[in-house]
């Protein structure tokens, strides 16, 4: 069964903008902890944008004020809206959830790489030319 599908990805000039969505599975979706992390090839994966289970969100200080992350809890998905895109944005983006609660605040990112994510979709390509 399918967990996390996402989609939105796509090819822009510097400065456009692009949403991503991830749909989820109902037993997925249900902790709420889920985020958006990129990957270039070469380079380790890191987080972009997530949730805490009480509906805090956290952003990597590369995308603050550029990027939005939101959920649709009647659709089960996950949303990122990306905008003043830059070329340093290009990467696959992965949308991953966690099956029980998360409150990491602060420290978001951190407490993910330690924890980790149960779910991980396949990811969808952002490419943005200069």
């Known amino acids: 069964q399918v967990q996390l599908v996402e989609s939105g990805g796509g090819s822009v000039q510097s400065g456009g903008s692009l949403r991503l969505s991830c749909v989820a599975s109902e037993y997925t979706y249900r902790s709420k902890c889920m985020g958006w992390f990129r990957q270039v090839p070469g380079k380790e994966r890191e987080g972009v944008a997530g949730?805490?289970?009480?509906?805090?969100?956290n952003y990597a200080d590369s995308v603050k004020g550029r990027f939005t992350i939101s959920q649709d809890n009647a659709k089960n998905t996950l949303y990122l809206q990306m905008n003043s895109l830059k070329p340093e944005d290009t990467a696959m983006y992965y949308c991953a959830a966690r099956v029980s609660a998360c409150t990491y605040g602060s420290r978001w990112f951190s407490l993910v790489a330690y924890y980790g994510m149960d779910y991980w979709g396949k990811g969808t390509l952002v490419t943005i030319s200069s």
């Open positions: 949730f805490d289970s009480d509906g805090t969100t």
